[in-house]
């Protein structure tokens, strides 16, 4: 059985596979020189960062992210594919782009927050011998945690506040070897050194709160539309609640979204228009909510309605008994109107001829 057989099978019983899943370096999610990484918990049920091979970033921080508690720790080991040079120091940092992790520490790089250096002074260290480095358990730092990202100072501080949400904005977690053996360390990441990344994707702002919905009323169903200028929204979600005799009415939310209609957006600045099968004859008060690609939900647009009206086409209305309804018709009118077609289409038959 192949390894993807394998795996898919493993999911079909509800089993996850307990040992770590090694990332291959050379793949554009987890890259880099002379060194690979490997998730300590790839898995997400565990409370610790998903990451995805066949993804190109990470599960992602949005605006949920900002409310986990308690937040998801990032934990990963990295691994030398060539023992590093003994008196090398290995330097960890978060950067605020997508570029290579070359930096240089000498300075004050304005896109990069130091995590902390560590010294390869002795043959029994990670990277120096067969040891792996284990992050952030050998590091300083202790813990390390999708919170302590989003609080960064690259994004000020403030990604979670109200007014300053941040918008898809790339990251890399950078892990660099300084020194090799014929330089010092000099507290330089150089391209030649060995270096490995994960990457990040942060988005904690919502789409734009839709417009009025525009509701139109059909047989069994509605027709609602809204006009969209927000190119971010991915999927939009349709709330409909029956309105009861006497009940005041809903408040629009954008929770318990499972229960609402989706629809996903093909392409940006696109118009969207759902048809949502109901009962006839029942008023149902609508909303929308747009959600863009990482998952965070807009506010909820304002309040429309709408009444599903029963309505009979041409062969259900003529001949025969005639229902209310935009073709009703009553006595010897309707008879006469069916007489008139009759007679028409065998006229148009007899100059055929």
Not at 134 to 158: H, I
Not at 169 to 185: H, I
Not at 296 to 305: D, G, I, K, Q
């Amino acid at each position: 059985m192949s390894r993807h057989l394998a795996a898919l099978f493993a999911l079909f019983l509800g089993v996850v596979p307990a040992q770590a899943q090694t990332l291959d370096s050379s793949t554009p999610f987890f890259g880099g020189t002379g060194l690979s990484l490997t998730l300590l918990h790839p898995n997400d049920a565990d409370g610790r960062l998903d990451c995805i091979v066949s993804e190109d970033h990470c599960a992602p921080l949005n605006a949920a992210a900002c409310v986990e508690s308690p937040p998801r720790a990032i934990e990963l080991y990295v691994t030398a594919q060539n023992t590093a040079p003994l008196g090398s120091d290995l330097i960890i940092w978060l950067q605020k782009s997508d570029g290579e992790c070359v930096r240089d520490f000498r300075g004050e790089p304005g896109d990069t927050v130091l995590l902390g250096t560590v010294s390869l002074d002795v043959e029994s260290d990670p990277l120096v011998s067969a040891a792996r480095f284990e992050f952030p358990a050998d590091s300083a730092l202790g813990t390390y945690t999708t919170a302590q990202v989003l609080a960064s100072n690259l994004l000020n501080g403030a990604a979670c506040a109200a007014d300053t949400r941040v918008d898809r904005t790339w990251f890399r977690l950078c892990f660099g070897v300084d020194g090799s053996l014929t330089t010092s360390p000099d507290n330089n990441i150089e391209a030649t050194e060995p270096n490995a990344w994960m990457r990040l994707i942060v988005d904690t702002k919502a789409p734009a709160t839709p417009a009025v919905p525009r509701v139109v009323s059909l047989d069994g169903r509605l027709e609602v539309s809204v006009e969209s200028s927000d190119s971010d929204v991915f999927e939009w979600r349709t709330f409909t609640v029956a309105r009861e005799e006497g009940a005041e009415l809903p408040t629009p939310s954008c929770d318990g979204w499972r229960s609402a209609h989706r629809t996903e957006v093909l392409g940006e600045n696109e118009s969207f228009a759902d048809d949502v099968e109901l009962t006839n004859g029942r008023t149902y008060d609508v909303w929308v909510c747009a959600v863009d690609a990482l998952g965070n939900v807009s506010e909820p647009s304002p309040m429309s309605s709408g009444t599903p009206t029963d309505q009979c086409d041409f062969i259900e209305c003529y001949p025969g008994a005639l229902r209310g309804g935009y073709c009703s018709a009553s006595g010897q009118s309707a008879s006469l109107a069916w007489l008139l077609v009759v007679g028409l289409a065998v006229l148009r038959r007899g100059r055929a001829r």
